[in-house]
């Protein structure tokens, strides 16, 4: 089975910043808006080379989105950056008929997304962006597993012509993908090969599916780990592709199990293989305070979450 | 010197086109695009740069954001009268499979719209970004917005108005609709808003009223007047005071006639009282 390892760890959202400062650099049109929350979001790189191509918006997100939105128009790539809860229910209608519904050019970068926020609570934790984003006609919906992986996404979305919702996090997570991995948006890419199940997982949770694969091989189990980066639009074919040759699957993701990827899995599933699956996922719950990694324990989001899915899944074969 | 005559004809067919549009597929908001007639027919022939053709980008040509998206009618048919599609189409308007929706949009690809708009708040932003463009690319034309007055009940508004002027955005004209109704009565009766006029000057904005927004000359003065305030350090905010359903008697001075069309026999009074001049659609 092929092993996965780190040497270092940190936040995706750090690969946002540098990937935006890489854009800085050799995209001229590349523009980027923050609605006061630059040092969160690591956008400092960027505005300190580029502050005519920046604009501070203030604490007025909608007001953000409009902005974003009429600076397409003259050639702009408008990045904006705030916390996913602030970037998509906050401003839900402004994204939907200015930007979306107007096929407009902005790149919606999201951070803090998930339980992962940890101790500011539920407020700002939101678990319902992802389906939020995919629902609106248009929208390509990537959620990045780590800091290359973020970096290169955020570079690649600027040569996609349309708009995006970019959701990262705030935690220092595990950098495990190569820093040269080009980013195809809608490419799922295939970590480990199985043939027992199939485990997609989005976000923060590859890492902790792939630390499961490593505990279902010691127990004789052999999963296949897919990380699907890229929501909408899904790669349905790698995902019927390997349910084929395993018959179940577990999805995991730090979001709702209501709108969420494990939903868009199903419904590729239904139509295509009926195929037994688990959610590893909030159960239509709020978060709460307290760290990372208590929270996603707590709420079923890790390594050990996924190894029981897996056994749950099993079962239904 | 403009030929008032001839803009004042347009005028007059533009209100035809709003009431016959509206009446034939019963609905659409006939009021306010009447109210703001003039206006349009003056920014699109006498006052806006425009470039030949219709390019997104609007690169060296000043550029127009419906925010009220509602009037949709005035819009389409100044639009159309000042060549951007057929005149023909604004048979189409509201129908299935047209590029006429009840709201404008981008998304069927119909030349001269820029944005989506309809659900109200949104345009100013709008308007702001494509101001902020045209500076980044040293382009030194100008940008203009339409709201409604009660539109202004919205939040987003502000949190523009008050960017606006921080920012300096002054190659920016923001004209208000000011006609005092809304859906459900006079602006004053669901949502009093004080004074305007103070309200954009306290959030830093150059201010000029349009006392006569139904008189093309003064409209056309008013407007010149705007741009001339323009790349001052200030954004630009017209008060443009108009009477909803102006030009057919029995929709005046009442919102009633906000989101209701004429039947037939009301149509006819209308299309009375506005006599054909350039030829209808």
Redesign the interface.
Known sequence: MKTYTYTEKKDTRSGFGAGLAELGRTNPNVVALCADLIGSLKMNEFIDENPERFYQIGIAEANMMGIAAGLTIGGKIPFTGTFANFSTGRVYDQIRQSIAYSGKNVKICASHAGLTLGEDGATHQILEDIGLMKMLPGMVVINPCDYNQTKAATIAIADYDGPVYLRFGRPSVPIFTPADQKFEIGKAIQLTEGTDVTIVATGHLVWEALEASKALHEAGISAEVINIHTIKPLDDKAIIESVSKTGCIVTAEEHNHLGGLGESVARVLAQHKPTPQEFVATNDTFGESGTPAQLMDKYGLNSDAIQNAVKKVLKRK | MPNIKELEDLTTQVRRDILRMVHKVNSGHPGGSLGCAEFFVSIYKEIMERNEGFD????GED?F?LSNGHISPIYYSVLARSGYFPVEELNTFRLINSRLQGHP???EGLPGI??????LG?????????????K??N?DHLVYSLHGDGELQE??NW??I??AS??KVDNLISTIDLNQQQIDGSTDDVLPMGSLRAKFEAFGWTVLDIEKGNDIEAVLKGMKEAKSLTGKGKPVCVLLHTVMGNGVDFMMHTHAWHGKAPNDEQLAIGLEQNVETLGDY
Do not use: P
Not at chain 2, 122 to 134: E, T, W
């Open positions: 997104m980008d609007g690169i550029l954001f949009t981008t998304h820029r944005i989506a708009s309809g659900s949104q345009g100013m932003s709008v308007a702001l970004g494509a101001a902020q463009a045209k980044l690319n382009d939040g987003q949190e523009a008050m960017y921080a920012k």
